[in-house]
């Protein structure tokens, strides 16, 4: 069974940039595609952005499109999520999640696609 461990959360002030991780030290990420999911106070969770498998097609949600980028480093078993120009509204929990098989533009949002979750990572936005 996966074990997914964010990290990187933290506060900063808007505009500023945090890159979170997304690891596993027993199962190859790259067999996996990976979302990132968020959660703010008061809200339902909401899908951020996906990586199918082995490096393939990317997904983002609206509201992150141009300033959030997802990556994979094959070497170090890690997903990354660069966030950059930053908002008090994205201020969330922010949760990594693997799904057993590649995802696309109508599936890669929907909570259910995805079999593993990490317990979340911190992220805050303020001045």
Not at 61 to 78: P, Q, W
Not at 100 to 120: A, F, H, M, P
Request: aromatic letters at 12%; glycine letters at 12%.
């Amino acid at each position: 069974q996966l074990q997914l461990v964010e990290s990187g959360g933290g506060l900063v002030q808007p505009g500023g940039s945090l890159r979170l991780s997304c690891a596993e030290s027993g199962f190859i990420l790259d067999y996996f595609a990976i979302g990132w999911f968020r959660r703010a106070p008061g809200k339902e969770r909401e899908a951020v952005s996906c990586i199918n498998s082995s490096g393939g097609s990317t997904h983002y949600a609206d509201s992150v499109k141009g300033r959030f980028t997802i990556s994979r480093d094959s070497a170090k078993n890690t997903v990354y999520l660069q966030m950059n120009s930053l908002k008090p509204e994205d201020t969330a929990v922010y949760y990594c999640a693997a799904a057993s098989n590649d995802l696309d533009g109508s599936s890669w949002d929907v909570r259910y696609e995805y079999n593993y979750w990490g317990q979340g990572t911190q992220v805050t936005v303020s001045s």
